[in-house]
């Protein structure tokens, strides 16, 4: 109960219609939820923090609140924080070219100010699949920071399990994968995407997600790389993957992390025959 009211902050910090789609908390325990907030004629990347006592944090951006624009709609689906404080977004932003859209990130100072030193005038975006429509469609699911301050983006390009690696100042760092970018579909018969990630001690990454098995359903898909080279861990599963089916029909792997053993856990949805909690 020290926390809000009754252990519950709900308040109107934006205008119009605004999500929030991810959080993290700084060392000084201080809050950063991060998502959309429609102004203008478009979403736009939104930022809020909060103090631990979940208070808005006046000090923070414009009076706790932060917003960027790009070109046309976009909206955060990951935020992390730097070791120096710097607040990084990543999401996704449409892009009109190709009526699809784009990896978006941008990328702030410990006070919300934009850093410009990332990208132009503290924002990046990639395009990444090629195509209309669907097969068009860019989006960032998750972001890691890497101990050498490095980027992963881990999400999916079309139909295209995806990850991504800049540099610290927005540029894609072009020993990762193919010219900075690993994307491949490990479907014969669908798609596959990635979630979420998560680092290992020995900086190797562990993406999950799922694809679209031969009968059609989704499996948990989980997928391990080097975070040097972007390719496959050979020793990890069959040639660096794992599919995992918790059911006869939709299984989705939303969530890993990795214990202190070594261990990976991962979460999702099982779908029996309604939507439940699965874990593996």
């Known amino acids: 109960n020290a926390f809000g009211t009754n252990g519950i902050v709900k308040v109107t910090v934006f205008p119009n219609t605004s999500t929030g789609h991810d959080l993290a908390i700084q060392p000084d325990g201080k809050i950063i939820l991060a998502g959309q907030t429609y102004l203008g004629s478009k979403n736009n990347f939104a930022l809020v923090r909060y103090n631990a006592n979940g208070e808005l944090d006046l000090s923070f951006g414009n009076a706790g609140l932060v917003t960027t624009s790009f070109d046309y709609s976009a909206y955060v689906t990951s935020v992390k924080i730097q070791a120096d404080g710097k607040i990084i977004a990543g999401g996704t932003a ?64 079309g139909a295209n399990a995806t990850l991504v690696k800049y540099n610290s100042n927005g540029s894609i760092d072009g020993s990762f994968g193919e010219a900075g970018i690993e994307t491949r579909n490990f479907s014969t018969s669908g798609n596959s995407f990635f979630n979420d990630i998560a680092i290992q001690p020995d900086g190797k990454i562990v993406a999950v997600g799922a694809y679209t098995a031969e009968n059609s359903f989704s499996d948990f898909l989980v997928v391990r790389y080097s975070s040097i080279t972007g390719f496959l861990d050979d020793t990890f599963g069959n040639q660096g993957m794992l599919e995992t089916p918790l059911s006869t029909e939709q299984d989705v792997a939303t969530a890993v992390l990795i214990e202190s053993n070594g261990k990976i856990l991962v979460g999702g949805a099982v779908k029996t025959p309604f939507f439940q909690f699965g874990l593996a």
């Open 94 to 157: 449409n892009n009109s070219m190709t009526d699809g859209s784009v990896f978006a990130l941008s990328k702030y100072t410990s006070n919300g100010d934009v850093d410009n030193t990332f990208g132009t005038n503290g924002i990046v975006t990639t395009d990444i699949a090629l195509g209309s429509g669907l097969n068009a469609l860019d989006r960032i699911n998750d972001l890691e920071i890497l101990s050498n301050g490095k980027i992963i983006a881990a999400g999916f390009s």
